[in-house]
Nanobody, 117 residues
Framework: QVQLVESGGGLVQPGGSLNLSCTAS????????MGWYRQAPGKQRELVANTGSSSGNYADSVKGRFTISRDYIKNTVFLQMDALKPEDTATYYCHADHPYLPAKESWGQGAQVTVSS
């Protein structure tokens, strides 16, 4: 497995922006599909975005507002969040998905994002 460390959460006003970072360590990080999930209280964890396609895969609720990017040299994945809404409030988790070995799946520790005026 790889180990994931997240940073960049915080409190922002509606319409504001945040950038989340997730740095991975371990073996063969480059072959993993990287992504971001989020979970609000009382809700199921949902996929926000991942790198499974050349343009990125996005939940409909964040499409056009969030952008996932990846630095293969630094083993870091980012989630740029713009035009934030109160409904984006959640704990955001970085995720690493091995392409064919599900036992090697890894999760970050979570970063709290709160959007409120």
């Amino acid at each position: 497995q790889v180990q994931l460390v997240e940073s960049g959460g915080g409190l922002v006003q509606p319409g504001g922006s945040l950038n989340l970072s997730c740095t991975a360590s371990g073996r063969n990080v480059r072959i993993y599909i990287m992504g971001w999930y989020r979970q609000a209280p009382g809700k199921q964890r949902e996929l926000v975005a991942n790198t499974g396609s050349s343009s990125g895969n996005y939940a409909d609720s964040v499409k056009g507002r969030f952008t996932i990017s990846r630095d293969y040299i630094k083993n870091t994945v980012f989630l740029q969040m713009d035009a934030l809404k109160p409904e984006d409030t959640a704990t955001y988790y970085c995720h690493a998905d091995h392409p064919y070995l599900p036992a090697k799946e890894s999760w970050g520790q979570g970063a709290q994002v709160t959007v409120s005026s």
